[in-house]
């Protein structure tokens, strides 16, 4: 069964920072792009950002110049840097691991900004 393991989330405080991690058990050469996702409690979960295997990045306009998005091809993890971290911005942070067929989607780690 394929996994999808995000880790590094937790507590911090605003303006703090945090790294996620997301590791899959899906094959190098199936992987095409990877990405960070976000819901809030009550809210429609949303991109945060995504890089594709070649190393392109798109970002949610509200993170640019905060957050850094970047992935191992070899170990077939993406990492999140986030900055300045506000509590808004507290939400569950899912992975997305897009295949050439599909996708797969981790069980998420929780993110709590506080003020």
């Known amino acids: 069964q394929v996994q999808v393991v995000e880790s590094g989330g937790g507590l911090v405080q605003a303006g703090g920072s945090l790294r996620l991690s997301c590791v899959t058990s899906?094959?190098?050469?199936?992987?095409?792009?990877m990405g960070w996702y976000r819901q809030a409690p009550g809210k429609q979960r949303e991109l945060v950002a995504s890089i594709s295997r070649g190393g392109d990045t798109n970002y949610q306009d509200s993170v640019k110049g905060r957050f850094t998005i970047s992935r191992d091809n070899a170990k077939n993890t993406v990492y999140l840097q986030m900055n300045s971290l506000k509590p808004e911005e507290t939400a569950v942070y899912y992975c997305?691991?897009?295949?050439?067929?599909?996708?797969?989607w981790g069980q998420g780690t929780q993110v709590t900004v506080s003020s």
């Open positions: 899906r094959s190098t050469a199936s992987i095409n792009v």
């Open positions: 997305k691991v897009v295949t050439y067929w599909g996708s797969d």
